[in-house]
């Protein structure tokens, strides 16, 4: 975007005026990178339930 932004030449000052394409994601396939996106949290939810569950686990087999 910011080659797009340079192309145009005029200097404005706010918001530049650049429309978002799918040329700017991986393989012209924004779906590809926030489908790879969904399943990276995925699995990051399920690590962090996972150790969630461990330490629950542990904290309360402790006797005092």
């Keep these: 975007m910011g080659l797009r ?3 145009r030449g005029a200097v404005v000052k706010g918001t530049p005026l650049v ?4 040329d700017l994601f991986w393989f012209n396939r924004p779906h590809l990178l926030l489908y790879l996106i969904h399943v990276v949290l995925f699995q990051v939810h399920i690590l962090l339930e ?3 569950e461990t330490c ?4 309360t087999s402790l006797t005092f």
């Design 5 to 7: 932004t340079q192309e």
């Design 19 to 22: 429309q978002p394409a799918n």
């Design 50 to 52: 996972k150790w969630v």
């Design 56 to 59: 629950r686990v542990e904290l």
